[in-house]
C-alpha cells in the first residue's frame, strides 16, 4: 500500500466554503482534514445542494477514470440528504472536472404528489421506506467499492440520515454499515452544530468556522484512533 499523498473529498455544501451576506467562510472541515493529515493534495467534489445519489456515482467514476490514485489516495465522505434524487443535466451545471457528467437535483419531499400520480405507478409509494433504502443503498454501495478496491476512507452524515429499524429489511441493511468507517452513525454535522449552537444564523443552517473547526478536530481524532489512514 503506498503512502497517502492525495485526499478525495465528496459531499454537498457541508464541504465548501460559503459566501453569502452572512458568512465569508474561506475552508470547510474537507480543508482541515487535509491539513490534519498532511495531504499534499486535495481534490473536493462536493457540491451544494445535491444529494447522494451523485456521491456515490461520481467518487465510484473519478476512481475508474484513474485508477492510479486507488493506491494513495484517502476519501472523505459527507452524506447529503436521501430525499435528493439526483439526475445528469443536458447541459453544463456545476462541473466536476475532469468528468465530463454534470448533475442537478429533485426535491423528493417538494415532489412526493407528482410522484403519486405517475402515469406507471401501480401501487402506492411508501415515501418512508423510499428514503431509508436511498440511504442505505448509496451508502453501503460506496462503502464496500472502496472496500473491495483497497481505498482507504471515512464518511459521516453531513445532515440528518435516514436510518430506520422498525422493519427487518432496515435492521438488515443498517447491519451491513461498518461502523469503524463511519464517524458517528446516527447523527449528523448539522445536529451537532444545532446542539452546541454553530450554525451561521437561525436562516442560514450551515456550520460557522468554530462549527467546521470543532468538528474537523473530533473528525481526525477519530480517523487517527481507528486507524484509518492505515491499511483496509
Not at 464541504?15 to 498532511?38: C, M, P, Q, V, Y
Not at 443536458?90 to 465530463?100: G, R, T
Not at 443498517?174 to 452544530?193: Q, T, V
Amino acid at each position: 500500500m503506498d503512502q497517502l499523498k492525495r485526499l478525495f473529498v465528496n459531499g454537498c455544501s457541508f464541504l465548501t466554503h460559503r459566501h453569502t451576506d452572512e458568512a465569508n467562510i474561506n475552508f470547510s472541515t474537507a480543508e482541515l482534514i487535509k491539513e490534519h493529515g498532511g495531504f499534499e493534495e486535495m481534490v473536493n467534489f462536493a457540491r451544494g445542494g445535491r444529494g447522494n445519489d451523485r456521491i456515490l456515482s461520481t467518487t465510484i467514476t473519478y476512481f475508474e477514470k484513474h485508477p492510479e490514485y486507488k493506491r494513495n489516495t484517502f476519501v472523505l465522505i459527507g452524506w447529503s440528504s436521501a430525499l435528493r434524487l439526483d439526475y445528469p443535466t443536458a447541459i453544463e451545471f456545476k462541473p466536476l472536472p475532469p468528468l465530463d457528467e454534470c448533475w442537478a437535483t429533485i426535491k423528493m419531499a417538494d415532489n412526493a404528489d407528482h410522484f403519486n400520480k405517475s402515469k406507471g405507478l401501480k401501487q402506492p409509494i411508501d415515501h418512508h421506506s423510499w428514503e431509508v433504502h436511498r440511504y442505505y443503498q448509496n451508502v453501503i454501495g460506496l462503502q464496500n467499492y472502496l472496500k473491495i478496491n483497497n481505498i482507504r476512507f471515512v464518511m459521516y452524515n453531513s445532515l440528518q440520515p435516514a436510518l430506520s429499524y422498525y422493519k427487518q429489511d432496515h435492521q438488515a441493511l443498517g447491519s451491513a454499515i461498518d461502523r469503524k468507517h463511519f464517524y458517528k452513525l446516527e447523527s449528523s454535522h448539522h445536529d451537532f452544530c444545532v446542539t452546541k449552537n454553530l450554525l451561521i444564523s437561525k436562516q442560514d443552517g450551515h456550520p460557522n468556522e468554530e462549527g467546521h473547526k470543532l468538528w474537523g478536530e473530533n473528525l481526525h481524532e477519530y480517523i487517527q484512533q481507528q486507524g484509518l489512514l492505515n491499511e483496509i
